[in-house]
């Protein structure tokens, strides 16, 4: 049997010590070591370029949503963030939008919002929309009776900008004065309190007109209380009237809750809306259609009829509500 050698496999003395690199020294290699995408070659090099633009392209994307972030989370309106939001809120909210306005009345309404939001913040904007909530579903109430019966808004309800415009130039003109601090802050709130009245009377009026088409059993003249039929100028409705009178009521307390206005001053709206709706249910009687008034369309009215109502909210605000809380 063999036996095993005690000889070591490897003589140490015949192992040269172990050499390391000197770092410190330049290396031949230094100058063509350098990462370079020339160095790459051809095929290569666009590929970095496409990977390095994606990166810088998708850092500015970072940077614009940051600063979009930035200004919907900003706690006192700008015109920067009142548009910001306005965007983000008309793009998610476009399906809703289009049952209620045409191309061109959702741009009046981005302007309307963006001044809203501007003057007001998110809660005025919010009362906006929920007026504009309300009276779509008034609008679409038996809509295809009311085509049938030739009393229905035209283009299904859809409005355009005029109305838009119509339906908001007080609300529009309040906002405009709270923005720019017309007469102080002894003013400020009285501006806001016609910025909801107008809405509070608007909100009404189509109410009012909407459901008494669509389910008044009686239509009257206002000027002289004679029966008529549904959807003629100046007509009203037992009907009607009770829904609008609703329908202002609730658009008050929204403001209230959202803290556009105190709960007196929501009583106000509500009145006032209601003296407004009637003057405009006289207006339409007395001379809407009639000869050398043929300029007095609804539009025309509209803008009439929610300037009263503002109106005659700051004026009981001022003469009777003030003095009774005295």
Wanted: glycine share 10%; aromatic share 8%.
């Amino acid at each position: 049997m063999a036996s095993i050698s005690s000889t070591p496999l490897l003589n140490s003395t015949s192992l040269s010590p172990l050499r390391f690199p000197n770092f410190s020294s330049p290396s031949p290699f230094a100058g063509s070591c350098r990462f370079s995408h020339r160095n790459l070659g051809p095929s290569l090099s666009p590929a970095v370029n496409r990977s390095g633009g994606a990166i810088m392209a998708a850092a500015s994307m970072q940077g614009v949503v940051t600063e979009a972030m930035s200004l919907i989370q900003t706690a006192s309106p700008t015109w920067k963030s009142a548009v910001a939001n306005n965007v983000l809120i008309f793009v998610l909210g476009s399906p809703l939008l289009v049952t209620g306005l045409s191309a061109s009345g959702i741009a009046a309404a981005f302007l309307l919002g963006t001044l809203t939001w501007r003057a007001y913040g998110s809660a005025g904007f919010l009362l906006v929309a929920a007026y504009f909530v309300l009276g779509t579903a008034a609008t679409k109430v038996k809509m295809s009776e009311k085509e049938a019966q030739g009393v229905a808004e035209k283009k299904k309800g859809r409005r355009g900008p005029r109305s838009v415009i119509g339906s908001s130039a007080a609300g529009c003109v309040c906002a405009f004065l709270s923005i720019y601090q017309v007469g102080g802050s002894a003013f400020s709130q009285l501006f806001r309190l016609g910025f909801v009245s107008s809405f509070c009377t608007k909100v009404s009026d189509t109410v009012s007109s909407e459901i008494g088409k669509a389910y008044g059993k009686t239509t009257y003249l206002a000027t002289t209380f004679k029966i008529v039929p549904r959807g003629t100028e100046g007509a009203m409705s037992v009907e009607g009237t009770l829904a609008g009178l609703l329908a202002s009521f609730f658009l008050a307390s929204v403001g209230c809750f959202l803290g556009q206005i105190t709960p007196p001053e929501a009583a106000v709206c509500v009145l006032a809306s209601q003296i407004a709706n009637l003057g405009e249910s006289i207006i339409g009687a007395s001379f809407q259609d009639k000869e050398g008034f043929k300029w007095l369309n609804n539009d025309v009215v509209n803008v009439i009829n929610i300037s009263l109502g503002s109106i005659v909210a700051i004026l009981m605000q001022q003469f009777i509500l003030q003095n009774w809380v005295k």
